[in-house]
C-alpha cells in the first residue's frame, strides 16, 4: 500500500510524475515506457516476477505472482540491503568511485536479477529450471 498522501492509479501503482508534482506528457511517456518493458521482461517464459521500486523501498511497479501483497514488500526490503550492502562492500575495497551496475544471484530454485539505478532498483525473478 503506498504511504499516505501518495496518489494512485487505479491499479493501485504509484504515477510517476512531472517536476511539479503533477503528471506530465514527458511522465505519462515514462509510464508507457516503464509499462512496456515489464511486459516485454514478464513474456519470457522462465520470468516469474517483475519489480521496480524505489531506492528507499517502496514498490513503484510491479508483475507476476511473486511479487503480489507481503511477497513483494519482503522481496523489496531484502533487495534494498542486498543493493546497499554490496555497494558498501565495494567501497572498502575499491578506492577509486566504482558503481555497482548489476548484480545476479542464483539460487536453487530462483534467479534474482537486479539494476540497481540512483533512484530505483530493476528486480526480476526468473526459474532457471526453465
Given at each position: 500500500?503506498?504511504?499516505?498522501?501518495?496518489?494512485?492509479?487505479?491499479?493501485g501503482?504509484?504515477?510517476?510524475l512531472?517536476?511539479?508534482?503533477?503528471?506530465s506528457?514527458?511522465?505519462?511517456?515514462?509510464?508507457l515506457?516503464?509499462?512496456?518493458?515489464?511486459e516485454?521482461?514478464?513474456?519470457?517464459?522462465?520470468?516469474?516476477g517483475?519489480?521496480?521500486?524505489?531506492?528507499?523501498?517502496?514498490?513503484i511497479?510491479?508483475?507476476g505472482a511473486?511479487f503480489?501483497?507481503?511477497?513483494?514488500?519482503?522481496?523489496?526490503a531484502?533487495?534494498?540491503?542486498?543493493?546497499?550492502?554490496v555497494?558498501?562492500?565495494?567501497?572498502?575495497?575499491?578506492?577509486s568511485?566504482?558503481?555497482?551496475?548489476?548484480?545476479?544471484?542464483?539460487?536453487?530454485?530462483?534467479?534474482?536479477?537486479?539494476?540497481?539505478?540512483?533512484?530505483?532498483?530493476?528486480?526480476v525473478?526468473?526459474?532457471?529450471?526453465?
Amino acid at each position: 500500500m503506498p504511504s499516505q498522501g501518495v496518489s494512485t492509479e487505479p491499479n493501485g501503482a504509484i504515477p510517476l510524475l512531472g517536476p511539479n508534482g503533477t503528471p506530465s506528457a514527458s511522465a505519462a511517456t515514462a509510464n508507457l515506457e516503464v509499462e512496456i518493458t515489464i511486459e516485454r521482461l514478464s513474456a519470457h517464459k522462465n520470468v516469474r516476477g517483475v519489480m521496480i521500486c524505489s531506492r528507499e523501498g517502496p514498490i513503484i511497479r510491479h508483475a507476476g505472482a511473486v511479487f503480489d501483497g507481503e511477497s513483494g514488500k519482503k522481496y523489496a526490503a531484502v533487495v534494498k540491503r542486498i543493493v546497499d550492502s554490496v555497494v558498501l562492500g565495494l567501497e572498502e575495497v575499491n578506492e577509486s568511485n566504482d558503481e555497482l551496475k548489476f548484480m545476479r544471484i542464483r539460487t536453487k530454485r530462483h534467479e534474482i536479477m537486479i539494476s540497481p539505478d540512483e533512484r530505483y532498483l530493476l528486480v526480476v525473478i526468473q526459474d532457471p529450471s526453465l
